[in-house]
């Protein structure tokens, strides 16, 4: 064996499979969670409580997942993408209690637990959506890195976030219930509603680590789109065939709400074909980054291939 | 006359008055707010239409105002005086919003207007709150200045915001309805609920002319208490004595809530005495400044003399 086979298979036996790095994410953003939340016996102790009900023990961590992922390509510090994470991930949670709400989708479920206006109530539910967005915007502002970057990457979580990005999506959503959308408006309206976070994900783990040139900005936003567009198909394929007890909320919700989905439009098989051809975008769209893409390709692979 | 009186005749002749000063800074922050709004014909419109009717044309702009009083200091540009007023109009738009609703105080007036969820439905002032949060941290970070300055700008506005600020202060509000509260809880309260954001205001401004040395961050936080609690001390005299036409809102809502005020704890007459004092207490901490803090004396005169 040539040394260069065997430092090959010492480098492959000390890497941890996608299985085990999934896992080490997932846990240490639930310790970093849980640290830049306030604390449950801090006054306003309800508010805080619900707070952390909200974002602690659920949810599949995609953003997050993303956010290291990207890291990955850059060196990004832990520190920093912990940072990152956490503030993505707090505005991903306090856009589902809001959705949640009777007076947007009404839903009493979500991550197997009941939705935060039915375990509090109403009042309680939409502070706890104002506070964790402005606490995305407290745990991003406070770590300690290269100014410069760091307004660029609050600046982007704020579009993401807004009107232009996802609360902008839901707005379309809301306004098209009952509508035929083409495929186009649809497209348009995931871009936005969950698509601008998971493109703002990938954006802030790589910007952790350095200054983006121009065509690595675009090669990840390219992923960024594919992958954010395969979700949401894939989240439809799941909403028509899974079971409520499987995917830890309601399931059958959209046709029941007269949505518009992929499988409405396209319908099943159409739409598994779809999400197959996004995540091979996302893998044509890394390839100017090489084996350092490893964990972005994996998780394009497992957002397609999901079950829940 | 000596030259130097002839000077300070000249000053005074070309230096506006507190009024026209005032008038000067509304009338800029109306089409500053209108330039860092999407405009009504972008997509999705209807969000976008419903979050300027929130913020533009109504109000009396204390917060931006407090933001140039303070920038007067250190001689902050106006660009960068601008994007921090904006910023911090639209996180008291948003809550205004909110605040509101049906699930919170159930108002339907507002600024002599219907509230957002009357005007256009619950679910769009839902996302008008949040997208105007949103907004704000993006006008913060958009703007050109030292970034370190404008990273401490940012968690300034985040952490007045958050659950340690405003929405803490809602939260410990919406706990203490039919409470009999101490005056030093109610007072709590307050300094959260309204106080974190007028303070905010005022750091904002002066962070945005220059790095704040210890013992100004501190004079201006004094000055920031002291206003945003004589701020509430006259809301709570004006909610007992006067009409909503003249407040633009529904007067005497307060008691009808059964909400804790300095009025129900104090009495009128000794609110009166704390609003002065509180006054007092304001234009003590500037005296560091000398005459530069002109506008922010005044600007407590005014908050302690307002009658609307």
Same mark, same amino acid.
């Given at each position: 064996?040539?040394?260069?086979?065997?430092?090959? /298979? %010492?480098?492959?036996?000390?890497?941890?499979?996608?299985?085990?790095? /999934?896992?080490?994410?997932?846990?240490? /953003?639930?310790?970093?969670?849980?640290?830049?939340?306030?604390?449950?016996?801090?006054?306003?102790?309800?508010?805080?409580?619900?707070?952390?009900?909200?974002?602690?023990? =659920?949810?599949?961590?995609?953003?997050?997942?993303?956010?290291?992922?990207?890291?990955?390509?850059?060196?990004?510090? %832990? @520190?920093?993408?912990?940072?990152? @994470? @956490?503030?993505?991930?707090?505005?991903?949670?306090?856009?589902?209690?809001?959705?949640?709400?009777?007076?947007?989708?009404?839903?009493?479920?979500?991550?197997?637990?009941?939705?935060?206006?039915?375990?509090?109530?109403?009042?309680?539910?939409?502070?706890? #959506?104002?506070?964790?967005?402005?606490?995305?915007?407290?745990?991003?502002?406070?770590?300690?890195?290269?100014?410069?970057?760091?307004?660029?990457?609050?600046?982007?979580?704020?579009?993401?976030? =807004?009107?232009?990005?996802?609360? =902008?999506? +839901?707005? %379309?959503?809301?306004?098209?219930?009952?509508?035929?959308?083409?495929?186009?408006?649809?497209?348009?309206?995931?871009?936005?509603?969950?698509?601008?976070?998971?493109?703002?994900?990938?954006?802030?783990?790589?910007?952790?680590?350095?200054?983006? @040139? +121009?065509?690595?900005?675009?090669?990840?936003?390219?992923?960024?789109?594919?992958?954010?567009?395969?979700? +949401?198909?894939?989240?439809?394929?799941?909403?028509?065939?899974?079971?409520?007890?499987?995917? =830890?909320?309601?399931? #059958?919700?959209?046709?029941?709400?007269?949505?518009?989905?992929?499988?409405? %439009?396209? #319908?099943?098989?159409?739409?598994?074909?779809?999400?197959?051809?996004?995540?091979?975008?996302?893998?044509?769209?890394?390839?100017?980054?090489?084996?350092?893409?490893?964990?972005?390709?994996?998780?394009?692979?497992?957002?397609?291939?999901?079950?829940?």
């Amino acid at each position: 064996m040539t040394a260069a086979a065997q430092l090959a /298979m %010492i480098t492959l036996a000390t890497e941890p499979t996608f299985a085990e790095w /999934m896992r080490q994410v997932q846990s240490d /953003m639930e310790t970093a969670l849980g640290k830049f939340l306030p604390a449950e016996n801090i006054a306003p102790a309800k508010l805080h409580q619900a707070m952390r009900y909200a974002v602690l023990d =659920g949810g599949k961590r995609v953003r997050p997942l993303l956010v290291f992922a990207a890291g990955e390509l850059f060196s990004t510090q %832990i @520190a920093v993408a912990q940072r990152a @994470a @956490a503030a993505v991930e707090m505005i991903h949670a306090y856009s589902l209690v809001h959705d949640d709400m009777p007076c947007m989708d009404d839903d009493a479920m979500r991550r197997g637990k009941p939705t935060v206006h039915v375990q509090y109530d109403e009042a309680t539910a939409l502070l706890v #959506g104002d506070a964790l967005q402005a606490q995305a915007f407290v745990v991003l502002a406070d770590g300690e890195m290269d100014a410069a970057r760091q307004i660029v990457m609050l600046r982007l979580l704020a579009q993401a976030s =807004g009107s232009l990005g996802m609360c =902008g999506g +839901q707005a %379309i959503d809301l306004a098209s219930v009952g509508l035929n959308l083409s495929l186009a408006e649809l497209e348009q309206m995931h871009k936005l509603k969950t698509g601008a976070l998971l493109r703002a994900s990938v954006l802030l783990g790589a910007w952790g680590g350095k200054v983006l @040139a +121009q065509n690595e900005i675009l090669a990840l936003e390219a992923y960024g789109t594919a992958i954010g567009l395969a979700f +949401q198909v894939v989240d439809d394929i799941l909403d028509a065939t899974a079971d409520s007890a499987t995917l =830890g909320k309601t399931a #059958g919700k959209d046709a029941a709400d007269n949505k518009p989905t992929y499988v409405s %439009i396209l #319908g099943l098989p159409e739409s598994q074909a779809l999400a197959e051809k996004l995540r091979n975008d996302a893998h044509q769209a890394l390839a100017i980054f090489g084996d350092k893409a490893r964990r972005l390709r994996e998780l394009a692979d497992l957002i397609v291939q999901r079950k829940a």
